[in-house]
């Protein structure tokens, strides 16, 4: 399973509107610049993440986009759903397959299906934060530790 561009950059916007959480809404533009993504594409992405119920939309001058729940509540695997549709390594395990009954191929992708929607829900925007800080913190410990030297 590969994810596309959509989900990629759908998830390095919603990271970057997690990391302003609780600050000043952020129009597209800014969001493309500091996450290197083309200002039309995420134009387009940005609508499904509203209609999923992800981001909220802010109008006005001081407008923009905010995430619609905080860091913790917004799960990578919904971020993905909403703008790939299901998380499947193939089509049989989301729609009706005619084999599936005594199936040993259905029942090996419904197991990769599972495990691989499981972790998607497990890690919220928040892990990855959370994540971040961590590395930053380790890379400066490593840094102090040379400058001791």
């Known amino acids: 399973m590969k994810l596309s561009t959509k989900g990629q950059y759908g998830v390095r916007a919603m ?6 959480y ?10 493309a ?3 290197g993504i083309p200002e039309a594409y995420l134009e387009q992405l940005i609508a499904p993440l ?8 802010i109008r006005g001058a001081q407008g923009g986009y905010i ?3 905080e860091p913790a509540a917004i799960s990578v695997g919904a971020i993905l759903r909403a703008l790939e549709g299901p998380l499947a390594a ?5 729609s009706e397959c005619e084999r599936a009954n005594g199936c040993a191929m259905h029942a090996l992708w419904l197991r990769i299906h599972r495990g691989v929607n499981e972790v998607m829900d497990s890690i919220s ?3 990855m934060l959370e994540d971040a800080a961590r590395c930053c913190q380790e890379a400066e ?9």
């Open 22 to 31: 609780g600050g000043a809404p952020q129009s597209v533009k800014c969001i």
């Open 125 to 127: 925007l928040q892990d």
């Open 141 to 149: 410990s490593e840094v102090s530790k040379v400058s001791e030297v």
């Open 15 to 20: 990271y970057d509107l997690a990391q302003l």
């Open 33 to 35: 610049e500091r996450q």
């Open 67 to 69: 995430l619609a729940r």
């Open 50 to 57: 509203r209609k999923a119920g992800l981001v909220l939309s």
């Open 90 to 94: 193939t089509e049989c395990v989301v």
